[in-house]
Nanobody, 122 residues
Framework: QVQLVESGGGSVQPGRLLRLSCEAS????????MAWYRQAPGREREWVAS????????NYAESVKGRFTISRDNAQNSLYLQMNDLKPADTAVYYC???????????????WGQGTQVTVSS
């Protein structure tokens, strides 16, 4: 069955960086658009970034553009999110999932994994 396992979260001070990883299995990862999402306390889950199956084109939410970079390694069935210059507003649980296209949407193709917590606080 499909599994999405996120890791790499933690507690950091503003301005620091983190790199999230997602290990995917049970579906054709290399043929799938992939995305990162996040859900802050008391808020709906929101789309953060997406990438094409080949990894050559990305799309980002305005709130993270220029600070976050999505990438993938199809040989490892892995998705990454490099997060630089973190802000308190980035505090959330981060999830990965397949997505229908590069275009923003708050829904994923598969059931959600457990996510990884990112907390940005001084």
């Amino acid at each position: 069955q499909v599994q999405l396992v996120e890791s790499g979260g933690g507690s950091v001070q503003p301005g620091r960086l983190l790199r999230l990883s997602c290990e995917a299995s049970g579906f054709s990862f290399g043929a799938s658009f992939m995305a990162w999402y996040r859900q802050a306390p008391g808020r709906e889950r929101e789309w953060v970034a997406s990438v094409t199956p080949t990894g050559n084109t990305e799309n980002y939410a305005e709130s993270v553009k220029g600070r976050f970079t999505i990438s993938r390694d199809n040989a490892q069935n892995s998705l990454y999110l490099q997060m630089n210059d973190l802000k308190p507003a980035d505090t959330a649980v981060y999830y990965c999932n397949a997505i229908a296209s590069l275009r923003p949407r708050n829904t994923g193709v598969w059931s959600w994994g457990q996510g990884t917590q990112v907390t940005v606080s001084s």
